[in-house]
Structure formats: structure tokens, C-alpha cells
């Protein structure tokens, strides 16, 4: 198990550097760089910038040199913790991700959390009375969820929000706050605003779930194991959760793996409607004015969530699941 | 603006001045003693009332003391203001900051007037004048400016920019481009802390508006005092402590970083220990994370009412950075905005805006754009490919274009009826109008197409397309970006016009990014923009006029050619080189007759060219306003005149206060 273990960690520095290979040419593909996008962007708002000028700064941000020389530039300084310069943004890009990262993760496991805690039951309820009324309506309120595209279902809660509940839009603070340092209001101030995407991320989550856990305990009622529970006299509870759900459990268990990025990435158009403080808009952003270093460190921590997260569900796996065998 | 060729330009001095010139004289009769103490005590300032409690406290010297001997006199548009309340307004990206500028960020020595007439009025300066040949200016400043931190603004900050700054190689290794004349930097010549002179290579005209256009900002943001320790010719010794604790490479990105040095970086609006002339300076810096950029009143600025009030009326202003620009219109109509123009006046917004005007409270305000065109199609006139070369540049070719294209309906279909026909040409409001351009050629008439189109290219092919000279079909692409402007529908439209005449046009859609890769290497048909350069600003901003730069879509490389004076590009036309010397001339001559005369000469070569085609003029844009905040001007859109800081930001004001 072990050895298991090391290996598959080790595999994971040939991954790591391939990513970061595919990260920066994804950049670097298209046409131009930063500084014809900046170009673009100074014509469209009445101050076009000469091509002296323009050279200029080619020159001052490396962009002049061949892009392996750039990339193993980015590499090499990013191991030793310098991610660059965001050009758009003028300041290191380290001062621009971190916050942004925190509150990615808080909003990402905020949504993790809702979903589970509504999918697992509503999956178990429409598995275990399946073919009923309440089998029928939760199935085709998910099917509905999972139709609904998360931006659209963004825009509508924030108009209801706005109209009814009088909230301020967008971000996750009121302007009071937003600048604020922790205190207690300010977490309320949080919380308050924090619901409207958890609750537009995990719609779509939701749904899949429930209905991943229903075709999955479907399979495992009807099996003898469970039969011979139920003769021994268990409560129909405890036999459900105790035994089929766990061997249900499976799937998810092995795509944790993915949930991290999806989380982390999944949200891009979503935080961008909702303007949230979270990774999602400056990597759009970055994408689009070919900021590189800035587009490339998101990038690059994503895939070292997805290398985590599959590390993790493989060693969760193999923990869990007798069935599998790493080890010959 | 210079009214003769030697002239000064002073404060026009308005009621409040004068009486305090009343008194002064007065006192000076009586033979006072200490001029500047009874200048100041003849007159009551007043000032916001949190400034009040500093002063009482201690910590602020009293308003008196921190205003100019003769502060410039700001007329309010409607009527004088009260204090407080915060200015809320938003951006959208982390590039946005020349909408901060917009708000609260233009103090040049000379200003635009606020009705953008062509003047300039006195700012920081006090009085300019020149010699009879325009090389030589003197400026005087107003005597005690301070900087936001209350360190004097004198001479020295000016010669700091023009010598330390403009003048070093290793930070702006181009130079500083209007500061320049005959290919040489202007000279400073200190005479006292609050006079210099300027001397010019060669006649630089033109030099009171680069003072008071949008780059001219630039001279008067360097704090000698602050700025002056990220430069090794003033800090040898204590440098490379700042540059490793800023985390920077070397000095001239430090000194970038903490003090800026174009009017529009971004680092202007990222360092809150950096002084400033402007109304309000920064609290909360517009930095890589950041959500809400903030600002707070400069206590020692410079400006009053007329009846002695120091200006800003509003405390703060907070502005947003969001995401997307949907997001911003929404919190318009939630009521969480002010004053917002950038990213919400799209024309498709007016009808949501007058629906939430009541419950948001808001209002629009209509103010002139200053662009001349909303489509202007340029064909590559200096095309790689011979055969499109000559196809583009046969004129009857573009006439017949023009005459085939209906623009009424085009307005209608792409504008909701706003705007009329034009070409690529000076709007009706600009001193530089020209009937000729704006108009020849834009009606529609589809036989006259025909007719030029004939004289040009009669022969067609089984499908009824015209024949080019190589006997091939005459196709092109006309590359347009969808993401910026309103001109795609208009573009789309265009071609369908064409194809009816035995064109074979195809509209192109391409990242910005492309397009920028395209055009400056030479390689596109034909591409679309938006014009500027429709009002005063036709003489800083003559893309479309004649070949000025690389952002002149008919012909890159002669643009390059001028702007390189003659190193790179390719040389241009005998008429483009004609309107070459025409607007040199221009720069050269202080005599605003003159330039005008020099500027429709310019224009009328244009004409006859017929470089590019145009669709219409835009209608005006708007502003969305709060009902409680007063003051607002309908100012012209445009960058050169930039709105709406231009026409005084610092006398809006709130009643009721929110």
C-alpha cells in the first residue's frame, strides 16, 4: 500500500511539469501578446498608444524573447515562489491570487457542503422509495437543476435579490464592508451574501448527485447481502445506511478527485456574473488580455488541485473499497 | 487658447477675486505691511466641516494657510454646494483606471474651459505667455500650492518632470512625445520657485493644448520631495533597500511603481503615500485584489467657489471593480451609483434606465459624443497584394461603395435612428468642419454606384460579380472586432449593400487581438473602427484625417512613416506627404487662425483623397446621475476633453445629502 502510495506520488512531477507545459503554450496561443491586447484596449477607450511605445514595453516585459526562453523563465522563478509580474495588473501576481484563492476555497467548500448534505438523503429518499410520488418530484426537480445553466439561475437570484431583498449587487460584502477588517459584522455582512452562490453552484451539483446516488443504491438494494439483513431482523435503517449506502458511496469517493478543480474552475462564469472576489474573473480576464504569467499561475494551480484531488481519491479507494487491489 | 501669435493667458478672475483684489489693494494703499497675511485674511474660507475638526484638533493647519495666495475660482454649474457624502461609482476588470482619471484625475498646469470651446484656462499656472515665434514659454504658478501632503508645489516639481524625468533615458527611453519639438525635449530654466521657462527647438504652437490635453496631466504628477528618492541621481546610497523591500528588479521599475509616470498607469491609483494636486487621493489603492477602490478629500487643494468655499464639496468617493459591465448596470438600477457614464450609457440601456429612474432615484444626462463616426471602413490603400493595391486604391471603386450604401436605414436597423449620414469628418460642433468631407458621397443612390463602379470595373462574371484587373472576382474581407463598439450590425449590413452592386464583401469577425496582429503587419482588406476625433481633438487625434500612426487602418505603413519621420513604414502618397507638412505646420504656428486655416487645407486634401468610408455620426451619450447629486455639466464624451473630470468633478454635490 505504500509503495502504492509513492508511486503515484512520484508520477505526479512528470504530470506537474507537463501541465505547466500545456499551461503556457494555451496561452501563448493566440495570436499577439499582452501587449497588442493592451494596444486594442487603449485605441477602444480614445488613447491610442504609438508602436514606440509599444516596443517598449515588449521589451520591458520579455515579451521580445522567444517563447521557450519565456517559459522556462516563468518555470524557473515560479520554483523559487516568484509567479511574475501581471501585466495588466501592474503588481506581482502572488499579491493578486492568494486572497483570491482563500476566497475560492471558502466559497467552494461552502457549496461541497450544501450539496452533499442535500444530496446524500434526497438520493437515499428517492432510491429506497423509488416509483413514488416523492421519487417522481425529486427526480424531475433534478432533472430540472440539471438543465438550468448556472449563469442564467445566477442572474435570476441576484435580479430576486435585488427586487425583493434589497440586497446591494454583486461581491460578497456590502460596500461597508468590503474593505473592512475581520470582525464579527463583517462575517454576518459574509454570510448574508455568501448563500446567493453557494446556492447557484450547488443547484446543478445537487441535482447530478441525487440522482448518481439513487441509480447507485438502486443497484445495491436489490442484492442478497441486503436481503439477508433484512432476515436477520435489522431495522430498515440502519441496514440502509450501514451497508448499501456505503458500497454506493464508491463513485463519488473516486471522482473527489475532480471536484476540487471543478469547484475551483466551474465557478468562472458564475463569480463573473456575480463580480465575486474569487479566482474565477481575473482568470477569465487574464485569458482575455493575454496577461500570461497572471492567466498561467491559475492555470497551473488548477491542475495541481486536479493532481492533489486524484492522488487523494485514489488513496481513498484503496482504503476503502476491498475490491480494489493495487498490489499484486 | 492663444489669442494672438506672443499672448498670455490669465485667470479670467471672478466675483470673489476681484473683491479680494479690492481689499488687498485697499490694505496696500494703507501701506501694509505683510501682503500675503492680509490677502489671506481678507477673505473668509471655508472648508468641509471634518476638515474643521483637524484643524480644532490640531492636526491640520487652518484652511488659510493651506490654500493658494490666489486659488482658482471654480463656478459652479448650478449653484454653490454643500459638503459631504460619497461620490459611488464602479469599474469593470483590473485595467480600468483610467475611469479613476476620468473622476478625479486631471490637474494640468492649463485646462480645458468646461464647454470645450477650444480655450484654455489657467489651473495649477497662474499665467502663461509666449514669444512671437512660439518657442519660448514662460509660466508662472499660483503662488503657495501644496501638495497633498502640504510640501509646497513649485518650479523645481516641474523641472523634476521635465529634466529627471522626460529627459532620462533609462526610465522613458522615447522620451516624453508632446513635451518634444523638432525632435528635442523642451528646455526648463528655473527664474524663481514659482516661474520657469520653457524653450522649444523649433515653433511648438500648439504646447498650452498638450498642456491642458489628457498627457499633459503628466508634468504636474511627480512630487519632487517623494518622488525624488527612487532616483539614483538623488538617493545613491538608500535605493537598493527600496527596490528589494518593493520586490522590484531595478530602479526604474520602482520608481514606476511608487510614482507612476504616464497619466493613464495604472500605478497612479496604487500608492497612497504618493502626494498629488487632484481633489481626492487615494485610501483604498486600486491594486490586484481589490473590490472597492476608495478615495478621500485632499485637504490641501487648491480650489474654492466663488464664495470662498474650499473645494471638494463631496468627502469620498468609492468605486467598484466588478466583473462584468451587466453588473454595474444593475446596481444603476438598484440605485447603488451616483454618477457613472464608462460601460453603462450603451444605447441599449436607456429604455432599462427610464424604466428604474424612479425607484433608483437617477436621471440621464445627454452630453455630445465626441466621436465622429460610429463605423468607419477602411480600405488598405497600401495593400501587400498589387492587385488589391490597385483595386483599392481606384477612387471611383470607393465612391460607388459609398453611394451604394443606404445609411439612413442603416441608422435605423444598427442605431435606433440616432445620428446622420457622415463620413470620416469633423462633427457640425468642431472648429474644424468641413461640409465637403463630412458629407460627399453619403447619399444613397444606387445608379451613381454603378456608374463609378462601371468607370472603374465594368466587366462582371456569370453571378454578376464585378471583375477585378487581374480578371479575377473582386472579393475582400473587412475584418471587425465584436467586442468593442456598436459596429458590427453596421459592418454586416455594409456588405449586404455591396454585394448588391457586384461586390463581393465579406464581413470578418476577430479577436482584438488579431486584429491588432493584422493591421500592424499589413495584412488586412479592409477593418472597421470607431472615429475620433470629432470635436476640438481633431487636431491631437487626426487618424482618419491622414496618415498619422499605426492606428490609421487605410494606410499603416505610411502612418508609421510619419510617425517615424521617415525611419520605418513606407513612404506615402504625394498627398499624404503634403498633409504631412500641412500639420507639422500646424504644430508649429501659435496663431489659432492660422492652425484652422492650416486644418482645412489639411481636411480638403481629405476630401479629394476620399481615404475612407464612413457610416454615420454617433447621437449624443449619456450619463446615468443620481437626482440628489447637482452640479453635473452635460459634458462632450471624448478622451482629449476628459469627461467628465473636465468640467469640474469637484463642484458635484449632494442635496439632500445621503
Not at chain 1, 453557494?198 to 445495491?220: C, K, S, T
Not at chain 2, 500605478?267 to 491594486?287: A, C, G, L, S
Not at chain 2, 424612479?358 to 480600405?379: C, R, V, W, Y
Not at chain 2, 470607431?530 to 499603416?556: C, I
Request: with cysteine.
Amino acid at each position: 500500500m505504500l509503495g502504492f502510495i509513492f508511486r503515484r506520488f512520484l508520477w505526479m512531477f512528470p504530470s506537474f511539469f507537463a501541465v505547466t507545459v500545456v499551461a503556457f503554450v494555451i496561452i501563448q496561443l493566440p495570436p499577439g501578446d499582452f501587449v497588442t491586447s493592451y494596444a486594442a484596449d487603449l485605441a477602444t477607450s480614445g488613447s491610442p498608444a504609438d508602436s514606440a511605445t509599444l516596443d517598449a514595453l515588449r521589451l520591458r516585459y520579455g515579451l521580445d524573447q522567444p517563447m521557450v526562453v519565456q517559459y522556462f523563465t516563468w518555470v524557473g522563478n515560479a520554483l523559487k515562489g516568484d509567479l511574475g509580474m501581471s501585466f495588466e495588473y501592474r503588481s506581482p501576481v502572488s499579491d493578486i491570487i492568494w486572497d483570491r484563492l482563500g476566497m475560492t476555497t471558502l466559497v467552494a467548500f461552502c457549496t461541497l457542503a450544501f450539496v452533499w448534505l442535500i444530496a446524500f438523503p434526497v438520493g437515499i429518499y428517492s432510491a429506497v422509495r423509488q416509483y413514488s410520488i416523492g421519487d417522481y418530484v425529486v427526480t424531475f426537480l433534478s432533472f430540472l437543476g440539471m438543465a438550468t445553466p448556472s449563469f442564467l439561475l445566477a442572474l435570476v437570484v441576484m435580479y430576486l435579490s435585488v427586487e425583493f431583498l434589497g440586497y446591494s449587487v454583486g461581491g460578497l460584502f456590502s460596500p461597508d464592508f468590503v474593505n473592512a477588517p475581520w470582525s464579527w459584522a463583517r462575517v454576518v455582512d459574509l454570510v448574508q451574501h455568501l448563500w446567493i452562490p453557494v446556492v447557484v453552484l450547488g443547484v446543478a451539483g445537487i441535482a447530478a448527485l441525487v440522482r448518481i446516488m439513487r441509480a447507485n443504491l438502486l443497484d445495491e438494494l436489490g442484492k442478497p447481502y441486503v436481503e439477508t439483513g433484512r432476515a436477520k431482523g435489522l431495522p430498515e435503517t440502519t441496514l440502509i445506511l450501514r451497508y448499501p449506502t456505503r458500497v454506493a458511496l464508491n463513485p463519488f469517493i473516486s471522482t473527489v478527485g475532480w471536484v476540487l478543480p471543478v469547484l475551483v474552475s466551474g465557478d468562472v462564469i458564475v463569480s463573473s456574473v456575480l463580480s465575486l472576489p474569487t479566482s474565477g474573473p481575473i482568470l477569465i480576464q487574464a485569458l482575455k488580455t493575454q496577461d500570461m504569467y497572471l492567466g498561467g499561475a491559475l492555470i497551473m494551480f488548477q491542475c495541481i488541485l486536479v493532481l492533489i484531488g486524484t492522488l487523494m481519491s485514489d488513496i481513498l479507494l484503496a482504503f476503502v473499497d476491498p475490491r480494489i487491489r493495487y498490489d499484486n | 487658447m492663444m489669442a494672438h501669435a506672443a499672448g498670455t493667458v490669465t485667470d479670467a478672475g471672478r466675483g470673489f477675486r476681484t473683491t479680494r483684489r479690492r481689499a488687498t489693494g485697499l490694505i496696500a494703499a494703507f501701506g501694509a505691511l505683510c501682503l500675503g497675511a492680509t490677502a489671506a485674511s481678507a477673505v473668509e474660507y471655508k472648508q468641509a466641516p471634518m476638515l474643521d475638526e483637524l484643524v480644532k484638533a490640531g492636526t491640520l493647519p487652518p484652511v488659510a494657510e493651506r490654500l493658494p495666495k490666489d486659488p482658482r475660482v471654480v463656478t459652479p454649474v448650478e449653484k454653490v454646494g454643500k459638503y459631504g457624502g460619497t461620490w459611488r461609482s464602479g469599474m469593470v476588470g483590473g485595467s480600468d483606471r483610467n475611469w479613476l482619471f476620468r473622476m478625479a484625475g486631471y490637474e494640468p498646469l492649463l485646462a480645458w474651459d468646461r464647454e470645450w470651446s477650444g480655450k484654455v484656462i489657467p489651473n495649477l499656472a497662474a499665467e502663461i505667455s509666449n514669444s512671437a515665434d512660439a518657442k519660448e514659454y514662460t509660466i508662472k504658478l499660483r503662488q503657495g500650492l501644496k501638495w497633498s501632503d502640504g510640501k509646497p508645489f513649485t518650479s523645481d516639481d516641474i523641472g523634476f518632470f521635465i529634466n529627471d524625468i522626460a529627459g532620462n533615458k533609462e526610465l522613458l527611453a522615447n522620451g516624453v512625445d508632446w513635451m518634444m519639438s523638432g525632435g528635442e525635449l523642451g528646455k526648463f530654466e528655473k527664474i524663481d520657485d514659482t516661474t520657469f521657462k520653457i524653450t522649444f527647438k523649433e515653433p511648438y504652437g500648439v504646447f498650452p493644448q498638450k498642456l491642458a490635453s489628457v498627457y499633459g496631466v503628466q508634468m504636474t504628477m511627480m512630487a519632487k520631495h517623494y518622488c525624488s528618492q527612487f532616483q539614483p541621481t538623488y538617493n545613491k546610497d538608500g535605493l537598493d533597500a527600496l527596490i528589494k523591500e518593493a520586490g522590484v528588479a531595478n530602479w526604474t521599475e520602482l520608481f514606476i511603481k511608487k510614482c507612476a509616470v504616464d497619466t493613464e498607469a495604472n500605478e497612479r491609483w496604487q500608492n497612497p503615500d504618493r502626494p498629488t494636486m487632484e481633489p481626492w487621493v487615494i485610501k483604498d489603492p486600486y491594486i490586484g485584489g481589490a473590490t472597492l477602490v476608495t478615495l478621500k478629500r485632499n485637504p490641501y487643494y487648491f480650489k474654492v467657489d466663488p464664495e470662498g468655499n474650499q473645494l471638494p464639496y463631496i468627502d469620498d468617493l468609492s468605486v467598484s471593480v466588478n466583473a462584468d459591465k451587466q453588473t454595474l448596470v444593475l446596481k444603476v438600477v438598484n440605485g447603488e451609483i451616483d454618477y457613472q457614464d464608462r460601460h453603462v450609457n450603451a444605447n441599449a440601456n436607456r429604455a432599462v434606465f427610464a424604466d428604474a429612474a424612479e425607484k433608483a432615484q437617477i436621471h440621464l444626462s445627454d452630453g455630445p459624443n465626441a466621436d465622429m463616426n460610429t463605423t468607419i471602413i477602411s480600405f488598405n490603400l497600401t495593400h501587400k497584394d498589387p492587385v488589391k493595391r490597385e483595386i483599392f486604391n481606384n477612387k471611383d471603386f470607393r465612391i460607388g461603395l459609398s453611394y451604394a450604401i443606404d445609411r439612413q436605414a442603416i441608422i435605423d436597423a444598427a442605431f435606433v435612428g440616432q445620428g446622420e449620414p457622415w463620413q470620416a469628418a469633423p462633427r457640425k460642433e468642431s472648429p474644424y468642419y468641413n461640409e465637403r468631407l463630412a458629407k460627399q458621397y453619403t447619399e444613397y443612390d444606387v445608379a451613381k454606384a454603378n456608374e463609378h463602379l462601371d468607370k472603374a470595373f465594368p466587366k462582371k462574371d456569370s453571378e454578376g460579380f464585378r471583375l477585378g484587373p487581374d480578371g479575377k472576382r473582386i472579393s475582400f474581407n473587412i475584418m471587425v472586432i465584436p467586442a468593442l463598439g456598436d459596429f458590427l450590425d453596421s459592418t454586416q449590413l455594409t456588405a449586404q449593400y455591396w454585394q448588391a452592386v457586384g461586390v463581393d464583401a465579406k464581413v470578418q469577425t476577430v479577436d482584438r487581438t488579431l486584429f491588432y496582429d493584422r493591421k500592424d503587419s499589413n495584412d488586412h482588406d479592409a477593418a472597421v473602427f470607431l472615429g475620433s476625433g470629432g470635436m476640438g481633438d481633431a487636431l491631437f487625434e487626426p487618424t482618419f484625417y491622414f496618415p498619422f500612426w499605426n492606428e490609421t487602418l487605410f494606410a499603416v505603413p505610411w502612418g508609421n512613416w510619419y510617425a517615424s519621420g521617415g525611419k520605418a513604414g513606407e513612404e506615402p502618397s504625394a498627398a499624404a506627404k503634403k498633409q504631412m507638412d500641412l500639420y507639422r505646420e500646424i504644430l508649429r504656428s501659435a496663431d489659432v487662425a492660422k492652425q484652422n486655416e492650416l486644418m482645412q487645407q489639411l481636411l480638403n486634401i481629405a476630401a479629394d483623397e476620399f481615404y475612407a468610408i464612413g457610416i454615420n455620426s454617433p447621437g449624443p451619450l449619456f450619463a446615468a446621475v443620481k437626482n440628489n447629486l447637482h452640479n453635473v455639466y452635460p459634458r462632450p464624451f471624448a478622451w482629449t476633453y476628459p469627461s467628465p473630470v473636465a468640467s469640474n468633478t469637484e463642484q458635484y454635490y449632494f442635496d439632500p445629502p445621503r
